[in-house]
């Protein structure tokens, strides 16, 4: 069975734990609590050098970190990695948006506001965020007035990429209601079979 | 043939370039002048609403952001994308490890350093990219002292993905005297049949 590091708490990590849940491949979850520096220590920089969750640890003890990463590698072959040239590097343009120009703006301002209850010296930083979510939740909402998922009418892991922190945007303070396609687009997440929250762990462990 | 869209003065559009330079793959480049902000009209947004570069586009149309994304598209088929399902991951892992923990440091210190002339008023900022940057260009040098190559002996489109901004880091006030991997490594990459250095267009044109 495969082993995943990750701390509920953590979009990132749930990216990993839904895909594996939606695609019914059983792991064994270990927790590493980031608010208490477990991704730092020594003996987890020995399996991650960059000391980031979630990791991955196969059966033989080959690890590979990075969500993106974990999550297309958990889905190949499958449905959710399409078969086309073209679609499959669609998948990844919407995954390096993720990390570049929404995952820094959104599930920074959310950490800040929700885990560390908007200290007085980060409330600038966490005001300086603002803009560029939106920018980030404006072009995903352009899209998912056109397509039912981001890459086409069906869901790819490009879907989960962005579905992790873009679901819980609320708690970094970026208002959805004015994103209509972002709206329909998350009910047709949660509809999924075996769809599991964020903050629940993995069932097959 | 296929369009790209990108200034030469930025590492993301080397990518594009000097893959499509190794792999043989003519291309027509239009220069979009980041300094000028060519890239936030509202004609190139209607092309990437992310307004950013480098941006590929197909005979028919169709239109692809994201240079990792963009790169392994281009690569898809050839040597530089291994076949074998977890080696692929690995290639991914470290592209996207190049997006969040190498290029915000290392891209922006250059940038704010060698484009801006590091003004006063983003002094601080050049600053504090330098503990980040050096923590990178350290999980990079630890590999390749263990590979020739990110991902294993071989080229894939990662060391692309990487070289692109390390070759360049000392222009971000980074001293590569001290990583003996990532200097052996450059020069593997130097000496590449269809090498061609940043700065210079394409061949195909």
Known sequence: MITLYGDIISGNCYKTYLIAN?????V????????AGEAQTAKFQQKNPNAK???????DGR???????????????SALIP???????????WQFFEQYS???FIAVARFINKYQGLPAERKAEYESKQAGGHKALSIMDKQLQKSDYLVSDQLTTADISLYAYTHVAHEGGFD???YSGINAWIERIRSLPKYIGMSLKPEHQ
């Open 22 to 26: 939606l695609l019914d491949i059983p």
């Open 28 to 35: 064994h979850w270990v927790n590493v609590d980031i608010m």
């Open 53 to 59: 969750i979630p990791l991955l640890e196969l059966e």
């Open 63 to 77: 690890l590979l970190s990075e969500s993106n990463a974990i999550i297309n590698y958990l889905a190949d072959g």
């Open 83 to 93: 078969q086309d040239q073209f679609l499959k590097a669609k998948v990844l343009e």
């Open 102 to 104: 929404h995952e820094p």
């Open 176 to 178: 959805l209601t004015p």
